[in-house]
């Protein structure tokens, strides 16, 4: 359940909590998971990296009763695999069954694999949440 992720900060939580086997590391030994913009650390990655987009869509639907509101947020994740090696494909394919698991409403799309690209999966996780458009 998505439990009304409004914020940034949360989601990367729940995504590095989530992924901690599966992350790799950027070349400062930090786990590979990055908010952007800013752009992401040059340097290698190592293994698997999550690129959370800082800004998420927010789209907010009719009024509901007693004057409250109903937002969706669509954040966009993407997770690339610099390993190769079957190990690698591995740590991706559990990453992607986690968070399917996790973020029941999503939509999921993952890039062809080819010679000269990494794998790569991205997501657009949907959340919503009812706000109050009057103070009380």
Known sequence: MNSEITAIAPLRSILSTLLTNELGTFSSGKKA???????????????????????SNLNTSTVLHNHQSAE?????????QFDRTDGGIQKLDSAVQKIRQRFPRRRER?????ENAYPQVSYLLNNNAIVNLYAS
């Open 110 to 114: 993952i890039l062809a694999f080819m």
């Open 72 to 80: 969706n947020f669509d954040w966009i994740i993407v997770l690339t």
């Open 33 to 55: 998971i990055w908010v952007e913009p800013p752009q992401v650390p040059a340097g290698t990655v190592t293994g698997l990296q999550c690129v959370i987009e800082r800004y």
